[in-house]
């Protein structure tokens, strides 16, 4: 199997690369013969797929600089369709990470600009001219979507059933093309630490200083994520309600550009901007509040859950949660106005452990390796059945 994969830039730190890393690297061994990655920028590929040394191959994008991104965006685009026309072997499988590319013949599909742009600009006012270049960019970006998933011939892999759904009822899609191919979880490297609180707290103090705002004491919540996106106003907003509240949230992440958010104003907030210590934070926090508007797979809500945490979070355009509703301690609102923040109790590491061990029999089958072997499927054959779980979750 020859591969051409597009995608702007190729990094593990980043998460549609990521997944897309990982799923390439769980095909099964010798499937693909050759490997070739369409992109601005890249990690060395020898480094990122070891079980393809010799066998990769990366084409460089020009034009990493261009501005706005709206030209570079369209640059790629229009590059790489004088590449596929003039450079691909007839017998290559093209495939595009969303619309990077315009004419694959598979896409892995990890968000949706359609169903984003209702919740983007509902979220802040902003200046006319910037207003019109982003609804400019969205129609753009809608445009492409149309192009890609519009074609009945292109087979899509969706990462989260709700984006499935949305692709076969946007785009009139076949359902026998459009497959449900979940994302991958690292159930060993997310598990909780069994060290004492105070100790786990004193090493990230002594990385982070802004941790030493809280208190391993006492109970503590997490945030992980885009403030915006991920509905970190929403939590602000109900704690300062609570003027008797002695609250205590780690916030892991950035806000947009231009954003007013200032967390420094919250005595009982720990801004973490940037962390390689994830699993840490979560295995210091007993409560994780996810509010997002929008979540293609919420990655972040899986890792949470399987570290023993009381998990908080929507139901709608939210994906991944169709595999955690009906556990013990996963609490779903169905809207944001009904998505309440009780106060967090501190968890032992025993509950926590068996919240784990609950969890984990319901995510089994949601591996890395599942992933690949359900997306080489996609790849290898035209007639590969809707694959992944259903909205219950229980694996088909």
């Known amino acids: 199997m020859e591969i051409v994969l597009y995608v702007h830039d190729l990094y593990p730190e980043i998460g549609h690369s990521h997944a897309m890393i990982e799923t390439l690297k769980h095909f099964p061994r010798g499937a693909i013969d050759k490997l070739t990655v369409v992109a601005f920028e890249s990690a060395e590929l020898d480094k990122l797929f070891p079980e393809l040394a010799g066998k990769c191959y990366f084409k460089k994008v020009p034009g990493k600089k261009l501005t706005p991104f709206l030209i570079k965006l369209l640059f790629y685009q229009i590059y790489c369709l004088v590449y596929s026309y003039f450079k691909v072997a007839p017998k290559?499988?093209?495939?595009?990470?969303?619309?990077?590319h315009l004419r694959p013949q598979f896409v892995n599909v990890q968000f949706l600009h359609f169903q984003w742009a209702k919740h983007y600009f509902s979220m802040e006012k902003m200046p006319l001219y910037k207003l019109i270049y982003?609804?400019?960019f969205f129609y753009c970006l809608q445009l492409g979507e149309q192009i890609v998933y519009g074609n009945p011939k292109t087979k899509v892999g969706a990462l989260s059933f709700f984006v499935q759904q949305a692709l076969i009822e946007k785009y009139n899609r076949n359902s026998t093309n459009t497959h449900l191919t979940y994302s991958g979880i690292n159930i060993h490297k997310f598990a909780p630490d069994l060290r004492p609180r105070r100790e786990i707290w004193a090493e990230l103090a002594s990385l982070y200083p802004a941790m030493s705002k809280i208190n391993p004491d006492k109970p503590i919540a997490?945030?992980?994520?885009?403030?915006?996106?991920?509905?970190?106003?929403h939590i602000l907003k109900r704690l300062e309600k609570d003027s008797s509240s002695c609250y205590q949230l780690i916030v892991v992440g950035r806000p947009e550009t231009g954003s007013q958010i200032d967390l420094s104003l919250y005595p009982g907030i720990a801004h973490i901007p940037y962390t390689k210590e994830l699993p840490k934070f979560y295995s210091l926090a007993d409560q994780f509040l996810f509010p997002t508007l929008y979540e293609p797979f919420g990655l972040v809500i899986i890792e949470a859950a399987i570290m023993g945490l009381e998990v908080y979070t929507l139901k709608n355009e939210v994906g991944a949660v169709e595999l955690l509703v009906g556990l013990p301690h996963i609490n779903v609102a169905d809207r944001i106005d009904n998505f309440d923040i009780p106060k967090p109790r501190l968890l032992s590491i025993e509950e926590k452990l068996q919240l784990r061990e609950e969890?984990?029999?319901?995510?089994?089958?949601?591996?890395?390796s599942e992933t690949g072997k359900s997306f080489y499927r996609l790849l290898n054959s035209s007639t590969t059945p809707t694959v992944g779980a259903e909205p219950d979750g229980k694996a088909k």
């Open 92 to 100: 290559a499988l093209e495939l595009s990470i969303g619309i990077a």
């Open 134 to 136: 982003k609804k400019i």
């Open 222 to 233: 997490l945030f992980v994520g885009a403030m915006e996106r991920k509905g970190l106003p």
């Open 359 to 368: 969890r984990l029999k319901r995510l089994t089958d949601y591996s890395w």
